[in-house]
Nanobody, 115 residues
Framework: QVQLVESGGGLVQTGGSLRLSCVAT????????MGWYRQAPGKQRELVADMPSTGSTNYAESVKGRFTISRDNVKNTVSLQMNILSPEDTAVYYCTAYLWGRRFWGQGTQVTVSS
């Protein structure tokens, strides 16, 4: 059974930083594309960043230069360093794993940026 467990969300002021982490179990982590999505109230879930097993990275335009995704294939973790946060980044952030045609989701962690 695949489990993705996020941590690190919270409340931060505009311009601040947060680091999200996700531990994955029950999946071939090294072969998986790991990533982060977010969903703000009243909006569709959107890709924030992802990182295939090759180590390349893909970012939403809105977070380029501010967010950094990384993965540790030994600890089976994926992290998202978020800097220069703004109220527009307020959302529930979901860890995701994609492998062999299937996508798996974590339970989500709330990030709130106050103005």
């Amino acid at each position: 059974q695949v489990q993705l467990v996020e941590s690190g969300g919270g409340l931060v002021q505009t311009g601040g930083s947060l680091r999200l982490s996700c531990v994955a179990t029950g999946i071939v982590f090294g072969a998986s594309t790991m990533g982060w999505y977010r969903q703000a109230p009243g909006k569709q879930r959107e890709l924030v960043a992802d990182m295939p097993s090759t180590g390349s990275t893909n970012y939403a335009e809105s977070v380029k230069g501010r967010f950094t995704i990384s993965r540790d294939n030994v600890k089976n973790t994926v992290s998202l360093q978020m800097n220069i946060l703004s109220p527009e980044d307020t959302a529930v952030y979901y860890c995701t794993a994609y492998l062999w045609g299937r996508r798996f989701w974590g339970q989500g962690t709330q990030v709130t940026v106050s103005s």
